[in-house]
């Protein structure tokens, strides 16, 4: 696909967007629990159980949307694109003061339309499928997006720009984004199964394998795109700007390691053997126990980006989704669902444990359920590769 195309447009527009503002909205959220309340477990909590309630609401619509993917994903996409708009609008109100004593009630909202938003926005496979990964085009706007949260960390700490601020500007890029999605051709999948019967095709027998690895995939993506941050950020003490450049440091670290894995400049042939693999990617989880300043966050996020570990995650968007690669078909959409559940899990896990144990003893386990959820996934990997 053209990098000019229609739909190419519409993604590099969203991307920036959510590059901008993704990252740090659940940082907000955790932040007004904390002004309220003074406890910091207690808004962890609060934080990883909306998060775990928009991938609710996604889980139980998911099956819906994807068989109205037969009328075409087109307008999908714009009523997705729009509602993430409508929320952005919303949580940037809720931080204003406007909702009074009904902010949480507004958080909640904020989160099911997340939810909603994710189960509508289906990316048609020829997006990515055609995308050249290694036009000059392309890189630029990798790197620019890389770039993107530590200009948001300088502007809300130089300039003071607020919260709100932020968050109607993502949301405005994101309603610009659905002009470019009038000119798109529109795209039609075919998904069979029902709403019922794709649950019941989730645990049957032969799809066990392809359930349980996406669920240990979402215990690894909700770890690295919510909890990970929520870390970092009590780390570096609260502070935006550092938030930032420190997540776009690793941003860059990833994008050129992944530009020389790419080329064949370095060949990871130890990669190839596949208890090294397990040790690299269950290590690089455990190595995170152990942060205490910037430049260990930096080794820690680096050396994970060398094992190449492969769970559909838009690193530049803080974003996991399993139609990255692939037709939307009923396998896709089994892999879809175990992400949520895998995700929704992991975040109870957090929620009890946050009270039942210290912070720190907290992110420790779920970092050592992640390193255990990683050496799993690539002996499933392994095994399914063979199978094939």
């Known amino acids: 696909m053209q990098a000019d195309s229609p739909l190419s447009i519409h993604r590099l527009i969203v991307r920036t967007a959510l590059s901008a503002s993704n990252i740090f909205a659940w940082i907000f959220i955790f932040v007004f629990f904390f002004d309220a309340s003074g406890d ?19 889980c139980l619509l998911t099956p819906l949307t994807a068989r109205s993917l037969r009328q075409g994903a087109q307008r999908m996409m714009v009523l ?21 004593a ?20 289906w990316v048609p496979y020829e997006t990515q499928q055609h995308r050249s990964h290694s036009s000059t085009w392309h890189s630029y706007a990798e790197v ?6 530590a200009f948001i960390g300088f502007l809300l700490v130089t300039y003071r720009i607020s919260e709100s601020s932020l968050l109607l500007a993502a949301a405005g890029a994101m309603l610009l984004s659905i002009i470019p999605l009038f000119r798109m051709q529109d795209s039609y999948e075919g998904f069979a199964w029902g709403y019922r019967e794709t649950f019941g095709q989730l645990f049957a027998r032969p799809h066990r394998q392809l359930f349980f690895s996406a669920f240990l995939d979402g215990i690894q993506g909700v770890t690295l795109l919510l909890l990970w941050p929520l ?8 502070s935006y700007a550092l938030l930032g450049l420190l997540f776009s440091f690793s941003l860059l670290v990833f994008i050129l390691l992944k530009s020389t894995m790419d080329r064949r400049m370095v ?48 690193h530049l968007t803080f974003e996991q989704s399993s139609d990255g690669s692939h037709y939307i078909d009923e396998y896709t959409v089994l892999r879809e669902v175990g992400l949520m559940l895998g995700r ?45």
Do not use: K
Not at 102 to 113: C, K, S
Not at 231 to 238: H, K, R, S, T, Y
């Open 267 to 314: 060949r990871p042939s130890m990669l190839d053997s596949l208890p090294v693999r397990i040790a690299v990617v269950s290590s690089s989880w455990v190595g995170r126990i152990f942060i205490f300043n910037p430049l260990s966050i930096i080794v820690a996020d680096s050396y994970l980006h060398s094992g190449r570990v492969r769970n559909n995650i838009d």
């Open 102 to 121: 009904g902010t949480t009630l507004a958080l909640i909202t904020v989160a099911i339309a997340f939810g909603i938003h994710r189960a509508l926005y």
């Open 144 to 149: 620019l997006l890389a770039l993107i949260p």
């Open 231 to 238: 870390a970092v950020f009590l780390v570096v003490g609260w």
């Open 40 to 58: 910091i477990a207690a808004s962890l909590a609060h934080t990883v159980l909306l998060y775990a309630l928009s991938q609710t609401i996604a």
């Open 344 to 388: 929704m899990a992991m975040c109870m896990i957090f929620a009890i444990s946050v009270f039942s144990l210290s912070i720190s003893l907290t992110f420790a386990v779920v970092f050592i359920l992640a390193a255990l959820s990683a050496g799993i996934s690539v002996i499933l990997s392994a095994t399914m590769e063979r199978n094939i």
């Open 80 to 100: 997705g694109v729009i509602l993430l708009a409508l929320a952005m609008v919303l949580l940037a109100e809720s931080f204003r003061g406007m909702f009074g």
